[in-house]
């Protein structure tokens, strides 16, 4: 049974200029989304006393559920806030009729979709501009966790599987014409990058009908990822990183970033394929994550074999993150991350040539928009 919950359409607003010729106009909302009965763990970790530990947890062996702790499981139900926007090309086409759902990764808000550089110059890096200019409406949202979203609770709700929840109940309420504002959509695709790919194949394993198409970017089956992040963040406390933006009496101790722009540019970016201004806005705009995103990754679904849709892999050739700096190769037909769609009509793998993980925010992003909105084209 399906339930919907009080919201609150907050604003609409026309980006015509100085974004480009009429291309696009969004209309933020903040909708209570609800997950029912969803597995969540006990983290098996002490929750974060300060700085010190935190860096000793980085140093954790293994983010696997420990097999003693699977039975130390729990279940939530209960709804949250998500707030996001969805956006529509001023000129209606027929492609209207095909929307995108895009879910961002670790360290990010929605605008990894939609990134200006802080002047408001220039749409090379917004994907949802793109998509708009080639004809196609986006729904973008800030993930459990990111701000303005709610802000929960670090260790026991924002996990993987009650994002994977949300993004499912998420689909359910756009599919069924629930959100207000936001016309029905004929078919769904939905678009991820790195741990929002994660979210988008989990969501492919679990109700393969919901999704039309999807593209994972930023993602290849290297078990290596949360420790390059685990290293390469030493488990900064938001906190006290930034403790402006990140308030202690809102973001606890649970709440880590990497300590500066330095380490953004070593995870995100690949020298020389970025331009220095993207890296200190994307700095200035960074989001935490969680202990509990990161004790729960390993357990969303590995493989969809019941999904039949297409799929395309789109990974930045030199991403540090997901392929320790040299993708190529790594998403062949007997890789992992390719054998788990076995039974989807169509998958494609495209390596985008000299960026690091963000590929957003690399060199010729509006090279891999055009070619994920022509496979769009093509596929659906
Ligand atoms: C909740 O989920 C658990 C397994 O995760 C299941 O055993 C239980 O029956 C479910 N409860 C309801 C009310 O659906
Ligand atoms: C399971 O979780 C409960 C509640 O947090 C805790 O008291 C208990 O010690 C945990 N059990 C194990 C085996 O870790
Ligand atoms: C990446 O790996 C491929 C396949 O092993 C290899 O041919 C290529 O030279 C490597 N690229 C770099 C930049 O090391
Ligand atoms: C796909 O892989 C699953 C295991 O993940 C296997 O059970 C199934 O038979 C495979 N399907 C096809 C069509 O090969
Ligand atoms: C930019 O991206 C396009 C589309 O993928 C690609 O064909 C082209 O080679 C790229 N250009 C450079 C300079 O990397």
């Not at 027929?94 to 220039?122: C, K, M, N, P």
């Not at 039949?308 to 030199?318: I, K, N, Q």
Request: proline fraction near 7%; glycine fraction near 8%; hydrophobic fraction near 40%.
């Amino acid at each position: 049974m399906f339930v919907l919950w009080p919201f609150l359409l907050l604003a609409t607003y026309s980006a015509a200029l100085p974004r480009g010729l009429n291309a696009v106009s969004c209309t933020n909302f903040k909708i209570d989304v609800p997950v029912n009965n969803v597995s969540i763990i006990v983290p098996w970790l002490m929750p974060i006393e300060d700085q010190y530990q935190a860096t000793s947890y980085a140093d954790t062996p293994t983010f696997q559920l420990p097999l003693e702790q699977q039975k130390n499981m729990t279940t939530i139900s209960r709804s949250y806030s998500i707030a996001g926007k969805w956006c529509a090309p001023f000129q209606q086409s027929r492609e209207v009729a095909t929307l995108q759902i895009l879910t961002h990764g670790i360290g990010f808000d929605q605008s990894y979709w939609d990134f200006y550089l802080s002047d408001g110059d220039g749409s090379q890096y917004s994907y949802v501009h793109a998509a708009a200019q080639a004809g196609y409406t986006t729904l973008l949202y800030n993930r459990l966790g990111t701000c303005p979203s709610e802000i929960a609770d670090p260790y026991t709700e924002v996990q993987a599987n009650v994002e994977l929840a949300l993004l499912t109940s998420l689909t359910k309420l756009v599919r069924q014409g629930q959100l207000p504002g936001v016309p029905r959509p004929r078919k769904i695709v939905h678009v991820g990058h790195s741990y929002g790919s994660a979210l988008v194949a989990g969501l492919a394993a679990t109700t393969p009908t919901l999704s039309d198409g999807i593209i994972l970017t930023g993602i290849a089956a290297n078990s290596n990822y949360i420790k390059n992040l685990a290293a390469i963040s030493a488990f900064n406390l938001a906190n006290e990183n930034e403790p402006d933006r990140f308030p202690p009496s809102i973001y606890s101790n649970g709440f880590i970033t990497w300590p500066n722009k330095q380490a953004n540019q070593f995870a995100f970016l690949h020298y020389p394929a970025f331009d220095p201004a993207v890296l200190e806005y994307a700095e200035l705009t960074k989001q935490p994550y969680t202990l509990g995103q990161l004790l729960t990754l390993s357990l969303l679904p590995q493989t969809a074999p019941n999904y039949h849709g297409p799929v395309l892999f789109v990974a930045g050739e030199r991403d540090k993150l997901v392929c320790d700096g040299n993708c190529t190769g790594l998403l062949g037909s007997d890789s992992i991350t390719v054998k788990a769609f076995n039974g989807s009509r169509s998958i494609e793998v495209y390596v985008h040539p000299g960026v690091g993980h963000g590929i957003n925010m690399g060199q010729n992003a509006t090279g891999v928009y055009g070619m994920m909105l022509d496979w769009i084209a093509g596929h659906l």
